[in-house]
Nanobody, 121 residues
């Protein structure tokens, strides 16, 4: 059974950092593009970042550019989202998703259940 499990969320003060992990089971991530998405209370889900199946291409939402970094460790079957300089507006449930297509913009096929990130003093 294909499964994605996010971890690493929590409460952090503004300006702080968190690293989210997305671990896959039931399949290997090597040939999948992986995206991070988030949904804040009362708002629609938005794309945060994507890494291509080859790992050679990444993209970021303008709101997180320069602060977030996506990476993948195929040996650990895990994708990470390093989040620095966190702001209260980054508060949301963060989801990872996977697709066997080369890029996230072609649509995601598998979703995790999410991990909550709260940025507050």
């Amino acid at each position: 059974q294909l499964q994605l499990v996010e971890s690493g969320g929590g409460l952090v003060q503004p300006g702080g950092s968190l690293r989210l992990s997305c671990a896959a089971s039931g399949f290997t991530l090597d040939y999948y593009a992986i995206g991070w998405f988030r949904q804040a209370p009362g708002k629609e889900r938005e794309g945060v970042s994507c890494i291509s199946s080859s790992g050679s291409a990444t993209n970021y939402a303008n709101s997180v550019k320069g602060r977030f970094t996506i990476s993948r460790d195929n040996a650990k079957n895990t994708v990470y989202l390093q989040m620095n300089s966190l702001k209260p507006e980054d508060t949301a449930v963060y989801y990872c998703a996977a697709t066997p297509k080369p890029l996230c913009r072609y649509g995601m096929d598998y979703w995790g259940k999410g991990t909550l990130v709260t940025v507050s003093s």
